[in-house]
């Protein structure tokens, strides 16, 4: 069993829907969370960050930690086709090496 | 606007032939790390830096895979001999050790195809 399970989907959703995606994971070690977005033929950008639990809003977007689940979410509110994009969620313990989910292939149809 | 920098971004080669990408970190960044992107494995670590000195690279095969950082502003992977098998994306990302955070810092990535 991986330390981080992520569905590589494809997630397709309508313009405008609310998209939930997730990740949950097994090291309870783990304090620090982050959801990265992945454009075709591109490297892996930072979009959120959390430590430890909570929640955390950016704009359209909203990150969520549940250590009790070993649970995080990203919601994107609102979604635009620009939105389609793989997001990869990624989790580290003391250190500095970052522990990753296999990604989410997500698809907004105009 | 602070980036961290690949070259090259594509390179073709043949079975057998040394291949070395090479990355620039973004400046103040001293921990640097090498990874490899494919559909069927995604990301996986390579290997990677802190302050120049290799702390992990345990990821990587020792047999023809060597990572380096001559200088702060440098990081090199080579590939000594290329196989078919090594065709993938490799990303070098880079990351401030000062900064509370754990956020890496993604380059544009080399395309790696071995014929």
């Known amino acids: 069993q991986k330390e981080v399970e992520q569905d590589p989907g494809p997630l397709s959703v309508p313009e405008g829907a609310i998209v939930s995606l997730n990740c949950t994971y097994s090291?309870?070690?783990?304090?620090?969370f982050m959801w990265y977005r992945q454009y075709s033929r591109k490297g892996p950008e930072l979009l959120m960050y959390?430590?430890s639990s909570g929640n955390k809003e950016d704009g359209r977007f909203t990150a969520q930690v549940d250590k009790s689940s070993k649970y995080i979410s990203l919601f994107i509110r609102d979604s635009q086709p620009s939105d389609s994009a793989t997001y990869l969620c990624?989790?580290?313990?003391?250190?500095?090496?970052?522990?990753w989910g296999a990604g989410t292939k997500l698809i907004i149809k105009p | 606007d602070a980036r961290v920098t690949q070259t090259p971004r594509h390179k073709v080669t043949e079975m057998g032939q040394e291949v070395t990408m090479r990355c620039q970190p973004i400046l103040g960044h001293n921990t640097v790390f090498w990874y490899r992107q494919t559909m069927m494995q995604g990301l996986e670590l390579l290997a990677y830096?802190?302050?120049?000195?290799?702390?992990?690279d345990s990821g990587m095969p020792k047999d023809r895979f060597s990572a380096e950082m001559p200088d702060a502003t440098l990081a090199t992977l080579k590939i000594q001999p290329s196989e078919p098998r090594d065709s993938a994306v490799y990303f070098c990302a880079s990351a401030n050790r000062d900064s509370p955070h754990r956020t890496q810092y993604f380059g544009p990535g080399t395309r790696l195809t071995v014929l």
């Open positions: 990624a989790m580290s313990a003391s250190n500095y090496q970052l522990i």
């Open positions: 959390t430590y």
């Open positions: 830096f802190r302050n120049r000195a290799p702390l992990d």
């Open positions: 090291n309870s070690a783990f304090q620090y």
